[in-house]
Every structure is written in C-alpha cells, then in structure tokens.
C-alpha cells in the first residue's frame, strides 16, 4: 500500500508539471520580478503550501534543463563531451550525467547573485538567510538557459540564416536576463538603476567566471 501511495504521489507531481511548469515559464519570463517577489514569500510559508500555483524554482531550473538537454538530444542526437575520454570530460559518459553537469553550471548563477546580494546588505551567509535570493535567481536563471540552449543548438538547423537566428535568440536571453538582474539588485538594494547595473556586471562576472573555469576543467 506504501508504494501504490508513493507511485499516486508520484505520479500526480508528474502529470501536474504539464499544467503548472508552462504557467510559471511565461509569469516569469513576463514579470520576473513579481516572480523573485513571489518566491520570497513562498519560502516562510508552511512546506506544504509553499508554492501551491507553481513549480518550486530549482526544480523549474532543472525542468528547464531537461527540456533544453531533450531539445539538443532530438536535433544533435549526441553531445561531442560523451564521446570524450580526457581527462574529467569521461565523468560524463551518460546523459544523465551531462544533465547533471549542466544543473551544476546553471546554478552558479543563482548562487553568486544571492552571494552578491547579501554580501552588499551585510548579511550574514547562513543557509537560511542564502536560500531566499538563490530560490529566487532561480525562477529568472531558467528562461536564460533554455535561450542559451536553444540559441546554441540553431546553427544545427538546416536552413538558411540558422546562425542569424541562434545570435538574435542567444542575445535576447543575455538581454533579459541581465534587466532582470540589474532591477533586482536595484529593488532589493534600494538603490537606483544605474548602481544595480554595476552589482549585476560585478555578480554575472563571477559567474561566468566560475562557468568557463568548471567547463575548461571539464573538457
């Protein structure tokens, strides 16, 4: 009876993701600063009322990537790091492992611009006081992804004008994402737009930084 609940349970949270990951992918590609706002407040709700009309953020983070890797996996059919044998690069020898790797890099972001934050509101980097701006990069880390996912895999496209589109996809992620970045650190920061740009440049720095760095090694 323990499994056949478990599998219920299991199975809801599935079939559930078809409705509820579409509506939180278009509020926070729409508004994602009520959507940063909205994950602050889920956080200090009871566990099972937190997030009741949306995916919680690092599984939207990950959700994302793995309609990003099944878009790859459909076009390119097999990633060129599976077959390599160097060095780290033979860790990831299975999808799965790739996805993995992937959930690992993405997160960088969240992460640093939550470092970022509470560095510049002196406060004390707990575990408590970090998960509230990481979950909420979260939200806005996810649509860049998957436009830096879909934008990479357009040259592969077999159409006139794919690398066109892959710069026009990949520089409007990069655009929105880094307004989103430069707004939020000007809201949370209370300072004025200008100052928020200069917090977003100094955290994506760091993170791109971090990004290069763990791929290089992986390669």
Not at 8 to 18: Q, R, T
Not at 65 to 82: D, F, M, Q, W, Y
């Amino acid at each position: 009876m323990k499994v056949i609940e478990s599998l219920d349970e299991a199975l809801y949270s599935v079939m559930s993701w078809l409705v509820f990951y579409p509506m939180t992918l278009w509020r926070t590609v729409v508004q994602p600063q009520k959507m940063m706002d909205y994950a602050d407040r889920e956080v200090s709700d009871r566990p099972d009322e937190q997030y009741d009309d949306a995916i919680r953020p690092p599984l939207f983070l990950f959700l994302t990537l793995l309609i990003s890797h099944g878009l790859e996996v459909a076009t390119v059919a097999r990633n060129p790091l599976l077959s390599d044998t160097h060095g780290l690069a033979a860790l990831v020898d299975s999808d799965l492992a790739l996805l993995a790797l992937r959930m690992l890099l993405f997160s960088l972001f969240p992460l640093m611009m939550a470092v970022r934050l509470l560095r510049r509101q002196r406060t004390r980097l707990t575990h408590a006081s970090l998960r509230r701006p990481f979950y909420a990069q979260c939200y806005t880390a996810a649509p860049f992804a998957l436009m830096l996912g879909i934008g990479t895999l357009a040259p592969n496209m077999p159409f006139a004008g794919a690398r066109t589109i892959s710069a026009v996809i990949i520089g409007a992620g990069m655009l929105w994402y880094f307004a989103a970045l430069a707004r939020w650190f000007a809201r949370k920061l209370h300072v004025s737009l200008l100052v928020g740009v200069g917090d977003a440049c100094v955290a994506s720095f760091y993170s791109i930084t971090l990004f290069v760095f763990a791929a290089i090694i992986v390669h």
